[in-house]
Each structure stands twice: as C-alpha cells, then as structure tokens.
C-alpha cells in the first residue's frame, strides 16, 4: 500500500477512520465481535485510504458525530455510511441478539413472562410498562417512537 500525506492524522475524522478499520480487522480488538467477527467489513477503498474515505465521507458537522451505518447488517461503505449524532445513532441500533421479539425496544421479561416496552430519550431510559401480548407492547413502543422522536 503506497503511503499517503493528507497531514489530518490526529483529527476527528481521522480518527473515525481508524477506529472503523480496528473494529472490523484487528481479532485481538475489545469490540470485534461485534462487528468483523459478525461479518461487517470496511470497503476495499476506504480500508486502503483514509484520503477515498474523507473524500466520500467529508467534515463531521462537529466533533460528536460519528459514523453510523445506516442498515446495520452492511458494512461500512459510502453508500451505507453517514456522520450521525448521538441521538440519531441511538435511533438506528439494532436488535440485540438475546431478545426473542426481535423488536428494539421490547423484550420479554422472563420471570413475569410479560413483554416489557422501553425507549431511551437524551441517554435516559424511559419503561414505557409490562403488556401481555407481544401486539400490544410494540404498540406502546411505536407510540413512544412517534411522541419522543416525532
């Protein structure tokens, strides 16, 4: 790989970058399992050059962004990627792998055997209560959604 000058090593975006590509190729790195040991890789252009990458990507709108792919079951390429706050992050999780409704949000609560309903808002939380049907918790989940995220 020929070596590239673009003096922005040590920036934000930079940053980014490399975290990216430690996430999805380095095995001994705390979150691999979660992303190159589920198959996420980084795209052949971008995991050569950090300049492919800026190109594509560009400034973050300030230094809290950080990349967000936007379907989760993709890896990161310029076409599923994006500079995404915190918030906006949060909203595009994905389904834990423990949670048999396969639903964000709404989980079953194994010693009441009830569906319980959450949604987090600025970091926090909010138990929206315990519903008998899976129906009806994802309801008061989608409701959440439409009143807190509008």
């Known amino acids: 790989m020929e070596r590239e000058?673009?003096?922005?090593?040590?920036t934000s975006e930079y940053n980014s970058w490399a975290s990216m590509?430690?996430?999805c190729n380095y095995k001994k790195h705390?979150?691999?399992p979660n992303y190159?040991?589920?198959?996420i890789k980084v795209c052949e252009k971008w995991n050569n050059s950090f300049i492919k990458f800026f190109e594509d990507m560009?400034?973050?709108?300030?230094k809290t962004y950080t990349i967000d792919r936007i379907n989760n079951e993709e890896g990161y390429t310029p076409g599923n990627c994006r500079w995404a706050s915190k918030r906006t992050q949060s909203r595009n999780r994905g389904v834990q792998k423990n949670n048999v409704t396969k639903t964000t949000g709404v989980n079953l609560h194994k010693?009441?055997?009830?569906?319980?309903a959450h949604i987090t808002v600025d970091y926090k939380t909010i138990h929206l209560g315990y519903y008998a049907t899976i129906d009806e918790a994802k309801k008061v989940?989608?409701?959440a959604e439409l009143k807190y995220w509008k």
């Open 141 to 143: 989940r989608l409701d």
């Open 30 to 32: 705390d979150t691999y």
């Open 36 to 39: 190159g040991g589920k198959g």
């Open 58 to 62: 560009g400034l973050k709108p300030d």
């Open 21 to 23: 590509k430690k996430r």
């Open 5 to 10: 000058f673009h003096g922005m090593k040590g």
């Open 111 to 116: 010693k009441t055997n009830r569906y319980k």
